[in-house]
């Protein structure tokens, strides 16, 4: 018996693929959702996981018509992992406005939008179903040239909680994990771009590592499994204590 469907935003990434892994290994059946165009995230799936309880669905979160399209097509849907993130650093006082939009776009409207389709989609079901978002650890700690970026996360830590508490009376649960820096995706390619981000980046964890993704991914499916059957609402760091700051 499988534990159900998960669709995974932004499942392509980094992290979006080690979620998805660890979410296969705990027995669901997988959408990878991505903006890749249908034959081609589709070749990737079946390169990654050829066994056949992944499937690829082309998705740009924002996109309300595919969205909803995606979520209808998918039987017994009980947990939206909403992973899809953009990040541009940018310094604020050259910061410019479209850039400023396309994360909010992305990273807060899109999520956000496609968590209000699948709960609707989850409403009827006697299952145990949950909300799972991707949010940062800077969005309760400033870093540099990150003014947009970590206020769209500081937005989607507060959604969380704030869809977390309207759906509770329908039982379908609303969490969000927080990873520090992730030595992979988005922070990787900040690393190339910024000489001075791994310096920056490796002094700023107490625990003296930076996460993998498979960090991340553990505590996702944790959160969207019935082990975490009375959580919601919570955000959970995996951030090796970055948000504690340094002595
Ligand atoms: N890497 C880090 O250090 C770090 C730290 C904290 C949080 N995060 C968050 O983790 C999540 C995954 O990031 P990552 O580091 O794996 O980066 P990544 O760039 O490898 O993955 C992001 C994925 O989102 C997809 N995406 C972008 N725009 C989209 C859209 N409009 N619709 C659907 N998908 C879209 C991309 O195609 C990509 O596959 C993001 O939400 C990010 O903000 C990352």
Same mark, same amino acid.
């Given at each position: 018996?499988?534990?159900?469907? +998960?669709?995974?935003?932004?499942?392509?990434?980094?992290?979006?693929?080690? &979620?998805c892994q660890q979410l296969l290994t705990d027995g669901?059946?997988?959408?990878v959702s991505d903006i890749l165009p249908e034959e081609?995230?589709?070749?990737?799936?079946?390169?990654?996981?050829?066994?056949?309880?992944?499937?690829?669905?082309?998705?740009?979160?924002?996109?309300?018509?595919?969205?909803?399209?995606?979520?209808?097509?998918?039987?017994?849907?009980?947990?939206?992992?909403?992973?899809?993130?953009?990040?541009?650093?940018?310094?604020?006082?050259?910061?410019?406005?479209?850039?400023?939009?396309?994360?909010?776009?992305?990273?807060?409207?899109?999520?956000?939008?496609?968590?209000?389709? +699948?709960?609707?989609?989850?409403?009827?079901?006697?299952?145990?179903?949950?909300?799972?978002?991707?949010?940062?650890?800077?969005?309760?700690?400033?870093?540099?040239?990150?003014?947009?970026?970590?206020?769209?996360?500081?937005?989607?830590?507060?959604?969380?909680?704030?869809? +977390?508490?309207?759906?509770?009376?329908?039982?379908?649960?609303?969490?969000?994990?927080?990873?520090?820096?992730?030595?992979?995706?988005?922070?990787?390619?900040?690393?190339?771009?910024?000489?001075?981000?791994?310096?920056?980046?490796? +002094?700023?964890?107490?625990?003296?590592?930076?996460?993998?993704?498979?960090?991340?991914?553990?505590?996702?499916?944790?959160?969207?499994?019935?082990?975490?059957?009375?959580?919601?609402?919570?955000? &959970?760091?995996?951030?090796?204590?970055c948000s504690l700051g340094s002595f």
């Amino acid at each position: 018996m499988t534990a159900g469907s +998960a669709l995974v935003t932004g499942a392509l990434g980094d992290t979006g693929k080690a &979620i998805c892994q660890q979410l296969l290994t705990d027995g669901w059946e997988v959408v990878v959702s991505d903006i890749l165009p249908e034959e081609e995230g589709a070749g990737f799936v079946q390169q990654l996981w050829p066994t056949g309880a992944a499937t690829y669905r082309h998705l740009n979160v924002q996109d309300a018509e595919s969205c909803l399209a995606v979520v209808n097509s998918i039987p017994d849907l009980r947990a939206y992992v909403g992973n899809a993130g953009i990040g541009r650093p940018q310094p604020f006082a050259s910061m410019d406005d479209e850039t400023l939009r396309r994360q909010f776009d992305v990273n807060v409207s899109g999520n956000v939008c496609l968590a209000r389709v +699948a709960a609707e989609s989850m409403r009827s079901s006697s299952a145990d179903c949950s909300i799972a978002f991707t949010v940062s650890w800077v969005g309760d700690r400033p870093w540099p040239e990150l003014v947009a970026y970590a206020a769209t996360k500081a937005a989607l830590h507060m959604a969380t909680r704030s869809i +977390a508490l309207e759906l509770a009376s329908i039982g379908i649960r609303v969490n969000a994990v927080a990873p520090g820096i992730v030595n992979a995706g988005m922070a990787r390619t900040e690393a190339e771009r910024n000489p001075g981000h791994k310096q920056r980046a490796g +002094a700023a964890v107490p625990l003296g590592r930076l996460q993998d993704p498979q960090d991340v991914a553990e505590v996702v499916a944790f959160l969207v499994s019935k082990r975490a059957r009375n959580i919601t609402g919570s955000v &959970i760091l995996v951030d090796g204590g970055c948000s504690l700051g340094s002595f």
